[in-house]
């Protein structure tokens, strides 16, 4: 079965820096799916940004990317410049190939320090 | 990207009663959607896949007499709890993919938060 290890229950930035979020899974498949889902106060999954297993290429979205290491099986969320509006749990989230649901991980609970 | 919507987004029901709760894809069809149950601080779990037109799948631990779900259309599943005690209390998120769209994630509704008193 797969599973997905986030280690970091809670992490702190200062408004404007750097921070990296980790995100370990175990899986014996080789065509799969990473996410990063924000959840914000309101609850609603936002998603972050994906990764599909069968690209090496790192994915980014603007302030956003991943440090994707498949022989690893890591797959880190980097945010860049952060943002007030940043603050929110962040699940990291696996789904496989052939299938559209989702294995979460614990979460990381980011703050943005002002 | 397309829009998934919960309802109800808060519910509370007394001890013993039942509750639905409903989740429509609103601009696309889904043949499959996705029933997960957040307790307060932690993960999403997965309870449950909803098929449409077949019986649910249900995750090892899940009642499936306690939560029963129908998913009778392409656009709407409905997750029924019976006979609801306060342990039941939880968030209750939906997904469900497009059909016909080519997207890689599933898309999920805002939530419904369920209070057994």
């Known amino acids: 079965a797969q599973t997905v290890t986030q280690s970091q229950p809670e992490m702190s930035v200062q408004e404007a820096e750097t921070v990296t979020l980790s995100c370990t899974y175990d899986?014996?498949?080789?065509?799969?799916?990473l996410f990063w889902y924000k959840q914000p106060p309101s609850r609603q999954m936002i998603l972050v940004i994906r990764?599909?297993?069968?690209?090496?290429q790192n994915a980014t979205e603007n302030r956003f990317s991943v440090n994707f290491q498949k022989a690893a099986k890591s797959f880190s969320l980097k945010i860049s410049d952060s943002q007030l509006g940043d603050a929110a749990m962040y699940f990291c989230?696996?789904?496989?190939?052939?299938?559209?649901?989702?294995?979460f991980g614990t979460g990381t609970r980011l703050k943005v320090l002002a | 990207g397309a829009v998934v919507s919960q309802h109800p987004s808060r519910v509370i029901c007394k001890s013993g009663t039942s509750v639905k709760i409903e989740c429509r894809s609103l601009?696309?069809?889904?043949?499959?959607m996705f029933w997960y149950r957040q307790f307060p601080k932690q993960s999403l779990m997965l309870m449950a896949t909803?098929?449409?037109?077949?019986?649910?799948?249900?995750e090892q631990g899940v009642e499936k007499d306690k939560f029963l779900i129908n998913h009778a259309s392409l656009t709407l599943s409905t997750l029924t709890v019976t006979s609801a005690h306060p342990e039941d209390s939880s968030f209750y998120i939906c997904?469900?993919?497009?059909?016909?769209?080519?997207?890689?994630?599933?898309?999920f509704g805002q939530g419904t938060r369920l209070t057994v008193v």
């Open positions: 997904s469900a993919r497009d059909l016909w769209g080519e997207d890689t994630e599933a898309f």
């Open positions: 899986t014996s498949e080789s065509d799969y799916y």
């Open positions: 990764q599909e297993a069968y690209k090496q």
């Open positions: 989230a696996y789904r496989s190939a052939g299938t559209y649901k989702y294995i």
């Open positions: 601009d696309f069809q889904a043949t499959t």
């Open positions: 909803s098929n449409e037109g077949s019986k649910a799948t249900y």
